[in-house]
T-cell receptor, first 109, second 113 residues
């Protein structure tokens, strides 16, 4: 079954803690993206990667970091520098069109 | 970043009615995409449009790539309760080096049985 998987579905972060959100795709897409969605809002681009070992900041990269060591994987770390991390995080990949994963909801304890 | 102008922001309709929503921009786009998002889920691609004037259907959904390449619309015929959700348009601007989409603000559709 081809698609994009994100884990976990829900993630809780304590103050001062870094947490990592997983994103895997088996669509053989070169490009991958991370978006943040706040309640009732649209999508804002955090980071994107056009190819393995390369990534670029999006519109709201501060407090986040990524890596792209494998074509299939694009993990996002929410660092302690991100002061308002509570949101719904969506990973996507694109070939001819862009497809989204099921999302991870991050909550702060 | 830039957002597309998507309207209406929300619609509350009776089951069986037809629905129309659209996205406009001052810039030219090479691709238009329409997504549906259910609560707590990721957006699902409904229709992709790649050519100006293109009219594409997917079941009860029909979308068109505007001839000026600056707009697109999505129609849903004979709405049913499971059509409830948020519909997003997205476009790939001309001269976009990073394949990055520009998104509309979404249309929240509510259907009364």
């Amino acid at each position: 079954d081809g698609g994009i998987t994100q884990s976990p579905k829900y993630l809780f972060r304590k103050e001062g803690q870094n947490v990592t959100l997983s994103c895997e795709q088996n669509l053989n897409h070169d490009a991958m993206y991370w978006y943040r969605q706040d309640p009732g809002q649209g999508l804002r681009l955090i980071y994107y990667s056009q190819i393995v070992n390369d990534f670029q900041k999006g519109d709201i990269a501060e407090g986040y970091s990524v890596s792209r060591e494998k074509k299939e994987s694009f993990p996002l770390t929410v660092t302690s520098a991100q002061k308002n991390p509570t949101a719904f995080y969506l990973c996507a990949s694109s070939g001819e069109a862009q497809y989204f994963g099921p999302g991870t909801r991050l909550l702060v304890l | 970043g830039q957002q597309l102008n998507q309207s209406p922001q929300s619609m509350f309709i009776q089951e069986g009615e037809d629905v129309s929503m659209n996205c406009t921009s001052s810039s030219i786009f090479n691709t238009w995409l329409w997504y549906k998002q259910d609560p707590g889920e990721g957006p699902v691609l409904l229709i992709a449009l790649y050519k100006a004037g293109e009219l594409t259907s997917n079941g009860r959904l029909t979308a068109q790539f505007g001839i000026t390449r600056k707009d697109s619309f999505l129609n849903i015929s004979a709405s049913i309760p499971s059509d409830v959700g948020i519909y997003f348009c997205a476009g790939l601007p001309r001269n976009n080096a990073g394949n990055m989409l520009t998104f509309g603000g979404g249309t929240r559709l509510m259907v009364k049985p």
